[in-house]
């Protein structure tokens, strides 16, 4: 494994107004360690943040993204590539009854493709993929 890349739930988690006592310690935990993240759950946290009702929160939030990921530099914020296309296309024929939404398995094929543990709430989700899985909210 050569680091951790952080699905959606989780950065989500850590947007929260009062992030989960157990993800701020995995955070605290993982601090100096490589973390990155998926364009994929960069698309998706937008998404969700341009849909929060309170003005002030949202621009807290689009504040927060924005430093995240000027924090992060290119070189941690991974893209889909051919290689990750492919994976996903695997990952996709083996949980076509497993319930995970496509933009989640984009992120397991990152994942997969450059030999991160997928940080996730969701194991479930994820299970049978062949993924190294860490829940930071146990």
């Known amino acids: 494994m050569n680091g951790y890349l952080l699905a959606t739930d ?3 988690g850590a947007l929260e107004t009062r992030p989960d006592p157990k993800l701020e310690a ?5 601090y100096e360690r490589p ?4 364009v ?5 946290m937008e998404r969700a943040i341009r ?4 003005a002030r929160r949202r621009t807290q939030m689009v504040a ?3 430093f995240a990921f000027r924090g992060l530099g290119t070189e941690l914020l991974l893209p889909v590539t ?3 296309a492919a994976r996903w296309g695997q990952m996709m024929a083996l949980s076509a009854r497993g319930g995970a939404r496509e933009t ?6 990152t994942a997969a493709e450059h030999g991160l543990a997928l940080v996730t709430g969701r194991e479930r989700t994820f299970a049978g993929l062949g993924l190294d899985l860490i829940d930071p909210f146990r």
């Open 40 to 44: 994929i759950t960069a698309g998706e």
């Open 104 to 109: 989640e398995l984009l992120v397991a094929a």
């Open 35 to 38: 973390k990155y993240l998926s």
């Open 10 to 12: 989780v950065i989500a």
């Open 64 to 66: 927060w993204l924005s």
């Open 82 to 84: 051919p290689a990750v």
């Open 26 to 30: 995995w955070f605290a935990w993982a």
């Open 51 to 54: 849909g929060v009702g309170d």
